[in-house]
């Protein structure tokens, strides 16, 4: 009989995954994960169909966070391959470096829309001397730093497809996702005068030769050896309370109820979710909040194409409103052996807000959106075309409306109230994030926990981590 504290893990993505791997490592814990689907890696796991190994949409391993790239490549080695980043920007009908060059964005946009660009940016410098309010919207935000043209030709087009109208967005919806600080910044780049920096942009990346899930199967791998256990096709469905703690998961497994014991547990799991769990109805004014928290939905929709391969590009980032994708991902530019020779898959993925008519399409509709977009850009031919597979994921964006932060403020002070409940995850933090930080979210949780600090506290430090995770695509 093991003497360790038990720990449960909900939801086996990367967040739950790396949570565990990490807290099994320290050897002080008895860990299960447990998780719904038949499979793990939620939305980085990988696929078989039609001859192809697909992964949902684009990813990539990269960090700078301290450790966090070297605690990857140790764990998976060999398994991984190191690529040199090559992504763009579509612009005016033209391709566009990204982060972009002077000349390259000057032949796009032409002389007159260029010099357009720079007299908006000198105007919001003028404005800024005078004006030192904190932006109060992505628009703001954007605006202020870039200057309104640069804002309309990029970023308003690109957050509306893929957030909703970036007036109604939160400043911090910008923050994590620009690579430059502001105007002068870009500008110097683009005349050569400041070089980007592995903070700013990813020159290369590695990548799991046998499709992005190897990832978190090297995780799972990773906490069994340690002696945990990672089991699948489990039904969570509520959790046993006492004395303000919780004592135990309750679930069904194959049909049979099972009840798993837990010191400490770690969810992964959408905030509402664990919060009816913990708190059922009783609380009006958190289920208000954590209910209040917006999400959109995800798209994907993969076009097999006759011919060994169509871009020079991993993805490439679409801003304009003519065609209905916001990025396009070649599966085979990452490894050309996930797919057969003579033939090529495109990933073209895009949001959609419940109830909008764009996610309530058929999966006919959709595809035929994305291969009218893709006929137009000039990648394919229709009769190129061989098959269709479409994906929606609901609510897996977070969308930070201008409330945000004081609705996350209430949820996570009434769920620390919990003092053996931490949370972990893109969806189970509510933050806009990666894998990589992800797996920092479980190595911080793991490290703090050994040490002996309480649960609480972790999850209050983490979340000041977590709010400066900046984005390097």
């Not at 949902?56 to 700078?64: C, D, Q, R, T, V």
């Not at 209040?292 to 409103?321: A, C, N, S, T």
């Not at 991902?329 to 057969?340: I, S, T």
């Amino acid at each position: 009989m093991s003497n360790k504290e038990k720990i449960v893990v909900l939801g086996a993505g990367v967040g739950g995954l790396a949570a565990g791997y990490f807290l099994a490592r320290t050897g002080k814990y008895d860990v299960t994960v447990l998780e719904k689907e038949a499979v793990i890696g939620g939305l980085c796991a990988s696929f078989e169909h039609n001859g192809f190994v697909l992964d949902y949409g684009a990813h990539k391993l990269y960090s700078i966070i301290p450790g966090v790239l070297d605690e990857a490549t140790a764990l998976m080695g060999d398994r991984l391959i190191q690529l040199p980043k090559k992504n763009r920007l579509y612009l005016e009908g033209k391709l566009v470096d990204y982060p972009l060059k002077l000349g390259n964005l000057a032949k796009a946009l032409g002389p007159l829309r260029f010099l357009q660009i720079g007299f908006g940016y000198g105007i919001e410098v003028l404005k800024g001397i005078f004006n030192r309010k904190s932006p109060g919207s992505y628009k703001d935000y954007i605006i202020r730093r870039f200057g309104r043209p640069t804002y309309e030709l990029v970023f308003e087009p690109l957050a509306d497809k893929v957030w909703g109208d970036p007036a109604t967005l939160h400043p911090e919806m910008a923050r994590t996702r620009l690579p430059a600080s502001g105007g002068l910044e870009l500008v110097l780049k683009l005349l050569g005068l400041k070089k980007e920096t592995a903070d700013t942009n990813a020159e290369f990346f590695y990548y799991p030769k046998a499709g992005f899930g190897d990832w978190p199967q090297a995780l799972a791998e990773g906490i069994q050896a340690h002696g945990g256990q990672v089991l699948t096709s489990v039904d969570v469905q509520g959790l046993e309370m006492q004395d303000g703690r919780v004592r135990s998961v309750k679930t069904a497994v194959a049909g049979k109820p099972q009840s798993f014991a837990c010191d400490y547990l770690v969810s992964s799991l959408p905030l509402p979710l664990i919060g009816r769990m913990v708190f059922g109805g009783s609380d009006e004014q958190f289920n208000k909040a954590v209910t209040g928290l917006q999400f959109r939905h995800l798209v994907l929709v993969y076009v097999w194409i006759k011919r060994p391969m169509v871009m020079e590009d991993q993805w490439v980032f679409f801003p304009q409103r003519n065609v209905v994708f916001s990025r396009l991902f070649e599966q085979k530019q990452m490894n050309p052996a996930l797919g057969p020779a003579d033939s090529t898959v495109i990933t073209a993925d895009f949001t959609a807000a419940e109830g909008s008519a764009l996610w309530q399409s058929s999966d006919e509709q959709l595809t035929q959106r994305v291969i009218d977009g893709l006929v137009e850009i000039g990648l394919t031919n229709r009769d190129e075309v061989t098959g269709s597979l479409v994906i929606r994921k609901p609510n897996f964006y977070p969308r930070y409306d201008l409330a945000y932060a004081d609705k996350m403020k209430l949820v996570s002070d009434k769920l620390r109230q919990v003092p053996n409940l931490l949370t972990t995850g893109r969806i189970g933090m509510y933050n806009y994030n990666n894998s990589d930080h992800c797996a920092d979210m479980g190595r911080f949780i793991a490290e703090h926990l050994a040490a002996g600090e309480a649960a609480p506290d972790i999850w209050r430090a983490l979340e000041q981590r977590v709010a400066d995770y900046k984005i390097v695509d």
